[in-house]
């Protein structure tokens, strides 16, 4: 049974930081990409960033390109978002994701991922 648990979320006033972490309890997890994903409220959850299986590809959406950072640990089995330079516009709930994906276009897309967490919350304040 795959699950993943999100935590690192808060309440942050803008130009803070946040790091969000994701524990993925899956066997094959280096065979995974791992995406964020936010939604806020009366929104679509929306792509934020992802990383590649290999790690060695990262992708971003391009209004947090240059504040947020994913990267991920395959001895912890967590992926982390950090999150610098925070805009009340980021406030959302941030979810992870894990799937089979080996596409660079694939890997933005929201259908494409297979398992989901429950979700953490980050508010920016102005």
């Known amino acids: 049974q795959v699950q993943l648990v999100e935590s690192g979320g808060g309440l942050v006033q803008a130009g803070g930081s946040l790091r969000l972490s994701c524990a993925a309890s899956?066997?094959?997890?280096?065979?995974?990409?791992v995406g964020w994903f936010r939604q806020a409220p009366g929104e679509e959850r929306d792509f934020v960033a992802a990383?590649?299986?290999?790690?060695?590809?990262?992708y971003y959406k391009d209004s947090v390109k240059g504040r947020f950072t994913i990267s991920r640990d395959y001895a912890k089995n967590t992926v982390y978002l950090q999150m610098n330079s925070l805009k009340p516009e980021d406030t959302a709930v941030y979810y992870c994701a894990v799937g089979r994906i080996y596409s660079d276009y694939r890997i933005r897309i929201l259908g494409e991922y297979d398992y989901w967490g429950q979700g953490t919350q980050v508010t920016v304040s102005s």
């Open positions: 990383i590649s299986w290999r790690g060695d590809k990262a």
């Open positions: 899956i066997r094959t997890f280096s065979s995974y990409a």
